[in-house]
Nanobody
Framework: QVQLVESGGGLVQAGGSLRLSCAAS????????MGWFRQAPGKEREFVAS????????DYSDSVKGRGTISRTIGGNSVYLQMNNLELEDTAMYYC?????????????????WGQGTQVTVSS
């Protein structure tokens, strides 16, 4: 059974930084793409970032490009999201995702596995 466990969320002031982590277990397919989505209260879930199976191809939403960095352990099943210069609009529940394919996607339907989420709250 595949499990994704996120950590690293919390309360941070605008302009600050956070590093989100996600560890996957129970995988049978080795070369999985991973990523992050987020959902703010009253809003639809949105793509944040993705990374392919070996970490050399990344993709970011326009809202975090230049402020976020996604990375992963090579050959491992952990993914990280470093977020800098946080804005009030970054407040959301952040979900780690994983798909049974080697390349990332911006579409939530392409990810078979989702974590429970970690809350990020940015204050002014």
């Amino acid at each position: 059974q595949v499990q994704l466990v996120e950590s690293g969320g919390g309360l941070v002031q605008a302009g600050g930084s956070l590093r989100l982590s996600c560890a996957a277990s129970g995988l049978t397919f080795k070369n999985n793409a991973m990523g992050w989505f987020r959902q703010a209260p009253g809003k639809e879930r949105e793509f944040v970032a993705s990374v392919n199976w070996n970490g050399d191809i990344t993709d970011y939403s326009d809202s975090v490009k230049g402020r976020g960095t996604i990375s992963r352990t090579i050959g491992g099943n952990s993914v990280y999201l470093q977020m800098n210069n946080l804005e009030l609009e970054d407040t959301a529940m952040y979900y780690c995702v994983l798909r049974n394919w080697n390349s990332g996607s911006r579409w939530s339907r392409d990810y078979e596995y989702w974590g429970q989420g970690t809350q990020v709250t940015v204050s002014s």
